[in-house]
């Protein structure tokens, strides 16, 4: 029978052996505290979306301002361009123009799955992009 320590700190769970320590893809061995630290590191991420343009002004108003409340719940907004109807590239689901938003934010390394989980799952969102910023 194993017997792992699990550590919980700041939302992160990290599992190893007793005494053993925790492994890294770049630089092999790491320890718990470094393991932590990590998960504190804040970092600059951009993201675009692209919004159906048939939800009306209203519409495309209440989603870039559903988006913006949450980057800022959740980290820094940095920047926030509308860039507004432009032509796409070609078509998605049959329409020619959409709403584009640009955001330029910082937030911890877990958020922007959560940005892209969200963007997903929300009627509206043709397209949408999420990226972490070089320094």
Known sequence: ???FLVYNVGGIIIQSLPGVRLKS???GLMSIRRCIEMGNVISNYETMF????NMGDEGIKAA???????IAANGTIIEKN???MKKLAYPIQFLQEGYYVLINFSSTPQFPAELERVFNITDGVLRSL?????K
């Open 130 to 134: 999420v990226i972490k910023k070089e």
């Open 50 to 53: 692209i919004l159906n343009p």
């Open 64 to 70: 870039v301002e559903k988006f913006s409340d949450l």
């Open 82 to 84: 509308e860039l507004g």
């Open 1 to 3: 029978m194993r017997f």
């Open 25 to 27: 893809k770049k630089s």
